[in-house]
């Protein structure tokens, strides 16, 4: 199975507050799972990504929680702020990204004042 | 990070015409290129990986002779639409993947095409 399940489909959060988007992966030879920032009209860039021999991983206001055995990792963005109203794609790969990337469904995010 | 240039970044063509869309590693050399397509409001579908200085390996259901992939170089891949139709206007985005960078692959700004 490729499939990589993203929720949920949109999401306000008020300025200062935490946004949370989950993904879920069918295929266990996945090894490199990145998130991606989409603005309207433009290509994706990568935010943050982890392998899975670590469970968290953090990068300024963005966070990567991933959990093996459940076969989920989520992406936590703190004091969420109006700039980062934009589409969040989720995606994992294998071979450490060597491959292909299978992307989840993307989350459009709205940042309210 | 590395930059990946995508020209142009908006076209319009007449239909039953062919167009071509150019991805370009600028400071790297990209081993791996990857085209996708992208709907609005939807997620980014793979149509072809391709390795420099071979044939691409087309997804599932993408024909490959609309949609033309050439990497001559490890610098540039270019993705050309044959006789174009009003259904391949889409968001076409390609990303590169070089050793350098280990397991980042970089996207270009991407390509608005509009078929009239």
């Known amino acids: 199975q490729q499939q990589v399940k993203q929720s949920p489909q949109s999401l306000i959060v008020q300025k200062g507050g935490i946004s949370i988007i989950n993904c879920a992966y069918e295929n266990t030879a996945f090894d490199y799972f990145p998130w991606y920032q989409q603005f309207p009209g433009k290509g994706p860039a990568l935010l943050i990504a982890?392998?899975?021999?670590?469970s968290e991983k953090k990068e300024g206001r963005f966070t990567i929680s991933f959990n093996k055995s459940a076969k989920q990792f989520s992406l936590h963005i703190m004091d969420s702020q109006p700039g980062d109203s934009a589409t969040y794609f989720c995606?994992?790969?294998?071979?450490?990204?060597?491959?292909?990337?299978?992307f989840g469904t993307g989350t459009r995010l709205t940042i309210i004042p | 990070g590395a930059v990946v240039s995508q020209h142009p970044s908006w076209v319009i063509c007449k239909s039953g015409t062919s167009v071509k869309i150019e991805c370009r590693s600028l400071?790297?050399?990209?081993?791996?290129m990857f085209w996708y397509r992208q709907f609005p409001k939807q997620s980014l579908m793979l149509m072809a990986t391709s390795n420099e200085g071979s044939k691409a390996t087309y997804e599932q259901g993408v024909e490959k002779d609309k949609f033309l992939i050439n990497h001559a170089s490890l610098t540039l891949s270019t993705l050309t639409v044959t006789s174009a139709h009003p259904e391949d206007s889409s968001f076409y985005i390609c990303?590169?993947?070089?050793?350098?960078?280990?397991?980042?692959?970089?996207f270009g700004q991407g390509t608005r095409l509009t078929v009239v």
């Open positions: 400071d790297f050399q990209a081993t791996t």
């Open positions: 990303s590169a993947y070089g050793k350098v960078y280990n397991t980042e692959a970089f």
């Open positions: 995606a994992a790969s294998k071979d450490f990204g060597n491959e292909k990337l299978t």
């Open positions: 982890i392998r899975p021999d670590v």
